[in-house]
């Protein structure tokens, strides 16, 4: 939001409005004693104390000190130090601790601006929503959202819900609340306002932020622990739970976590590489996203304000976020973020100045706080984790070394520290039995299709595709299903000997969109791990996943979010299917 510039008499830093002159273009992060042993400048002639305060900043990788750039780390990865470059008279150096007095005293107007800034956003988005839900429920026949669409429908212009003053709404065209400066609202039914909280500085601040606004007993807490975590952001966890529950006594903390292992996830549908991208949608959204349907009293998935710590500086594609996002991640959930234009010193800032309590994990050097291996980490961050953190870097780095030997990889320690690992698109060293065949025809209407070891039962997951009505014969099923306005037939043969399902369905191909369907239903049967996924996906609860699929025929109102939500409507099969190369055969392809 500001700009940064050196403040070098007190070997700090200061926000500026300007972007002349002196501002930097990259904002530095604060460095600490801890960070500079582990780099080993306590053995390379560099003297400093180990103390609370930083000792000197850094811009990525550049290291400086009143100002001056005095050192450079280069390379590194998983496996080996980086380069450690002093810079040119500098390779003696005795450094004195940042004052923090004075940087709290240059910073703290500023600092008062943003914070109030940023609260000013919470409160009136919190506002907006409240209001809303409350003048709704007192007036249970005005759904302005229902309003909003129907105008839509008759003037083929996109409606908006905005506030007016006081408890007042109105509904009018999107071009023309943007041309008022109207902020449009996108559900008026929000049931629960939460913070999202990672152990990472951002979602501190922002949780921090929120409960100086928000009445404590309207917010809810969530950590998400996907298994990855490092110890000193579940340590911190303990403690900002403490603290904040001492402070506000009815603010609720909870912890939501896949009820499966994350390296059991590893074995059942590989590891997960910047192809295969599905560790946080099954480690973090879906636990998520359970958690918030098992503590709703409705028992379905809430509508929810989620207040997150997204922060426009930290990718490309971040800095294309709204503040206040709607389906962002799932079409329940609105994500606001109300420390997106903050810089990272503007965080580090905002820490001291509230003496917030500090992820260890940011003093030995991480720029980021994340998860212990990611096919997205950086060499340098795979280094810190692996070095900070052996013990539960180990079990992953061990993982990853069986499934790269299983592939037929001669120098694996190579071949991790490479990061080849990551780029994974190809299935060498996973296995499994299960697998689809489409065997249809195109001389044929007919859809044909042999499931072999499919993992999940067939009958319930065909629920979501229409009421149906079969009869049996042997082993052989034959039915009809009502798909929107069309009645379909389908035959299922069971061959329990060699556990495959032939699944048939007649006249259909030219019903593109029921085959599409089909398809997903039968990627589902065939891969299903029970990664809650799309589970989280139904809107009224029909679905559960776990211990087996189970679909409430009485809730389920054939929306099949479960089955768009994804290609291939499952993320194991879309991981299992490309990993194994396994084709959608044809007779005509073979
Ligand atoms: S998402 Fe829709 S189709 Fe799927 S189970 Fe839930 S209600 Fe049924
Ligand atoms: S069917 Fe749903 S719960 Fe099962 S693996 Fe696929 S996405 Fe996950």
Not at 355 to 371: D, H, Q, T
Not at 508 to 517: A, P, T
């Amino acid at each position: 939001m500001f700009k940064v510039i050196w403040d070098p008499a007190y070997n700090g830093v200061r926000l500026t409005m300007s972007s002349k002159g002196d501002a930097l273009n990259v904002s530095p992060r604060p460095v600490f004693w801890e960070e500079l042993d582990l780099l080993g400048l306590n053995k390379r002639g560099w003297i400093y104390p180990h103390v609370e305060e930083p000792l000197m900043w850094a811009c990525d990788r550049r290291y400086f000190y009143k100002g001056q750039f005095v050192l450079e780390v280069k390379g590194g990865n998983v496996f080996d130090a980086p380069e450690v470059i002093q810079q040119e008279g500098y390779e003696i150096l005795t450094l004195q601790p940042v004052d923090m007095e004075r940087l709290r005293s240059r910073n703290e107007d500023t600092m008062f601006i943003i914070e109030h800034e940023a609260m000013d956003f919470i409160n009136q988005t919190y506002r907006r929503y409240k209001n809303i839900r409350e003048v709704s429920q007192k007036n249970p026949d005005l759904d302005f959202q229902q309003l909003a669409s129907s105008l839509e429908k008759k003037t083929k212009e996109e409606h908006v819900v905005i506030k007016e003053d006081c408890d007042s709404f109105d509904v009018m065209p999107l071009s023309k609340a943007e041309e008022q400066g109207k902020a449009p609202i996108y559900n008026s039914n929000i049931e629960m306002y939460i913070i999202s909280f990672s152990g990472g500085k951002d979602s501190q601040v922002t949780l921090d932020l929120v409960t100086r606004v928000i009445p404590s007993d309207d917010l809810k807490v969530i950590y998400s622990n996907t298994g990855y975590e490092l110890p000193s952001s579940l340590e911190l966890y303990k403690q900002v739970e403490a603290i904040y529950k001492e402070q506000y006594p009815t603010i609720e903390f909870y912890v939501a976590k896949n009820h499966e292992e994350v390296l059991n996830f590893w074995d059942m549908i590989g590891s997960p590489s910047n192809v295969h991208r599905w560790c946080c949608g099954v480690m973090k959204t879906a636990p998520l996203y359970k958690l918030l349907k098992d503590i709703s009293s409705l028992k379905r998935q809430p509508h929810v304000l989620s207040f997150i710590g997204t922060r426009a500086e930290e990718s490309l594609r971040r800095s294309t976020y709204q503040k206040v996002a709607k389906d962002a991640k799932h079409t329940n959930v609105i994500n606001v973020s109300p420390i997106l234009e903050w810089n990272v010193t503007e965080v580090w800032l905002y820490l001291f100045l509230n003496n917030l309590p500090i992820n260890i994990a940011y003093r030995k050097g991480l720029g980021r706080v994340g998860c212990i291996v990611c096919p997205f980490g950086s060499d340098w961050n795979d280094y810190l984790c692996n070095r900070i953190f052996p013990e539960t870097a180990e079990p992953f780095l061990n993982k990853i070394r069986e499934i790269v030997r299983k592939g037929g990889v001669k120098d694996i320690d190579n071949y991790i520290k490479t990061g080849n690992w990551k780029i994974r698109a190809g299935g060498k060293g996973f296995e499994t039995n299960s697998k689809i065949s489409i065997i249809s025809t195109p001389q044929s209407p007919d859809f044909k299709a042999l499931l072999t070891y499919p993992k999940e039962n067939i009958f319930e997951w065909l629920k979501v595709l229409g009421t149906s009505s079969w009869k049996q014969t042997d082993n052989v099923y034959e039915g009809q299903i009502k798909y929107n306005s069309d009645i379909i037939e389908l035959k299922l043969t069971f061959d329990e000997l060699n556990n495959t399902i032939l699944v048939e369905s007649f006249n259909v191909l030219q019903n593109s969109l029921f085959v599409s369907h089909l398809r997903r239903v039968l990627n589902k049967v065939t891969y299903c791990v029970h990664c809650e996924l799309c589970e989280v996906e139904c809107p009224t609860g029909a679905l559960n996943v776990v211990p087996i699929v189970k679909i409430d025929s009485n809730k389920c109102v054939k929306c099949r979010r479960c089955l768009d939500f994804k290609d291939d409507g499952c993320i194991s099969a879309n991981s299992l299917k490309q990993a194994e190369g396994i084709k959608m055969t044809s007779q005509k392809d073979k």
